[in-house]
T-cell receptor, first 116, second 115 residues
Framework: DAGVIQSPRHEVTEMGQEVTLRCKPI?????LFWYRQTMMRGLELLIY????????DSGMPEDRFSAKMPNASFSTLKIQPSEPRDSAVYFC??????????????FGPGTRLLVL | AQSVAQPEDQVNVAEGNPLTVKCTYS??????LFWYVQYPNRGLQFLLK??????LVKGSYGFEAEFNKSQTSFHLKKPSALVSDSALYFC?????????????FGGGTRVLVKP
């Protein structure tokens, strides 16, 4: 199994530009999570999906952030327009949600974003 | 609301000595507890989890964790630390009464194992 795949691994952009981060979850998993990690705020959950449907987006910081999951094997996190304070490492994770069991989340390698 | 506390920002230990990373939690209902490790420039890797049953959980790389319901703790332990165990460790929790399957992570504890 290839694990969770994220692209790009590194992104450097200028303030005001649109940034799109991509994630391919583990095949067969039906839950997908987007996290942001910074030194100041630690690991924050931005949004998660079950069966391609957004369940909780309360962690999305502003309207500049949006996430989609058009199918079970692909998700995007978009920032438009980007700002320097968005600089962070963005992680995608996936899990297999069943009715009663607690599934483990598996993380991708992350996308390191730097907004100048 | 569910929460996790990792009271130590950093733990220093000599190679070969026992390692303990502390974690306490607060949730509604029965807790589901997880430990992850993050090496530099890498994603989080799953180490172990407690769902139910035996309070002592064994995981990857020789790590284990003990669930203590009365103290609401889930400390991570390793009997003999290796230099390669130097990394950032995260504790996470989900309550059985929580909606969805959202995990709450602690702030992380940096472990430094010195030769």
């Amino acid at each position: 199994d290839a694990g969770v795949i994220q692209s790009p691994r590194h992104e450097v952009t200028e303030m005001g530009q649109e940034v799109t981060l991509r994630c391919k979850p583990i095949s067969g998993h039906n839950s997908l999570f987007w996290y942001r990690q910074t030194m100041m705020r630690g690991l924050e959950l931005l949004i998660y999906f079950n069966n391609n449907v957004p369940i909780d987006d309360s962690g999305m910081p502003e309207d500049r952030f949006s996430a989609k999951m058009p199918n079970a094997s692909f998700s995007t996190l978009k920032i438009q327009p980007s700002e320097p304070r968005d600089s962070a490492v963005y992680f995608c994770a996936s899990s297999l949600k069943r009715t009663t069991t607690q599934e483990t989340q598996y993380f991708g390698p992350g996308t390191r974003l730097l907004v100048l | 609301a569910q929460s996790v506390a990792q009271p130590e920002d950093q733990v220093n230990v000599a190679e070969g000595n026992p390692l303990t990373v502390k974690c306490t939690y607060s949730v509604s209902g029965n807790p589901y507890l997880f430990w992850y490790v993050q090496y530099p420039n890498r994603g989080l890797q799953f180490l172990l989890k407690y769902i139910t049953g035996d309070n002592l959980v064994k995981g990857s790389y020789g790590f284990e964790a003990e669930f203590n319901k009365s103290q609401t703790s889930f400390h991570l332990k390793k009997p003999s630390a290796l230099v390669s165990d130097s990394a950032l460790y995260f504790c996470a929790v989900r309550g059985s009464r929580a909606a969805g399957n959202k995990l709450t992570f602690g702030g992380g504890t940096r472990v430094l194992v010195k030769p």
